[in-house]
């Protein structure tokens, strides 16, 4: 885990780490094979100011976390492996609107979901951009105020490591 010098962030180190390991556990609850339990056990995490709307990116073994969401701020949840922040609404899971956890969420793009998005590439899974495919982890756009769930075998017959270049999401 790497942070650029000079980066002030709402997260910490140990924010990124937890977040990363309950991504990681969504992802292996899901089915997969050894060597992409490897792959996710591979990846290196870097906080850095990415360029005009991104938010994450991926490259090879290197998953990039803006340091803001592109201006919008993240939401770093305290209980990620619960999901309480978020009701179901349409097929997608949005921040529920009363107390001031779910304030929190429905204010910032998740950090979990964006992980869990980025470890896809890694898994070597491609972006979506079908608005069919809204409510699925490899959409490629994210909204402040929503969480993103993982498939029964998400990740079944990707190639761990199969993508090339950077993969974004935005």
Same mark, same amino acid.
């Given at each position: 885990?790497?942070?650029?010098e000079?980066?002030?962030?709402?997260?910490?180190?140990?924010?990124?780490?937890?977040?990363?390991a309950e991504?990681?556990?969504?992802?292996?609850e899901?089915? $997969?094979?050894d060597?992409?339990?490897?792959?996710?056990?591979?990846?290196?995490?870097e906080?850095?100011?990415?360029?005009g709307?991104?938010?994450?990116?991926?490259?090879g073994?290197?998953?990039?976390?803006?340091?803001?969401?592109?201006?919008?701020?993240?939401?770093?949840?305290?209980?990620?492996? $619960?999901?309480e922040?978020?009701?179901?609404?349409?097929?997608?899971?949005?921040?529920?609107?009363?107390?001031?956890?779910?304030?929190?969420a429905?204010?910032?793009v998740?950090? $979990?979901?964006v992980?869990?998005?980025?470890q896809?590439?890694i898994?070597?899974?491609?972006?979506?951009?079908?608005?069919?495919?809204?409510?699925?982890?490899?959409?490629?756009?994210?909204?402040?105020?929503?969480?993103r769930?993982?498939?029964?075998?998400e990740?079944?017959?990707s190639?761990?490591?199969?993508?090339?270049?950077?993969n974004y999401a935005?």
């Open positions: 885990f790497a942070f650029d000079g980066i002030e962030t709402d997260f910490s180190e140990e924010d990124l780490e937890r977040l990363a991504a990681a556990a969504r992802w292996e899901t089915g $997969l094979t060597q992409q339990i490897a792959a996710l056990e591979s990846i290196s995490y906080v850095t100011d990415l360029e709307s991104a938010i994450g990116a991926a490259e073994d290197v998953i990039f976390i803006d340091v803001d969401a592109a201006g919008v701020e993240w939401f770093v949840d305290n209980t990620e492996w $619960l999901d922040e978020f009701v179901e609404i349409d097929g997608l899971l949005r921040a529920a609107n009363g107390d001031d956890i779910d304030a929190l429905s204010d910032g998740d950090l $979990l979901s992980i869990m998005h980025e896809g590439h898994l070597g899974l491609g972006d979506a951009y079908d608005p069919a495919d809204s409510a699925g982890i490899m959409y490629g756009l994210f909204d402040r105020g929503e969480r769930l993982l498939a029964e075998d990740a079944e017959g190639i761990a490591g199969s993508l090339s270049g950077i935005t």
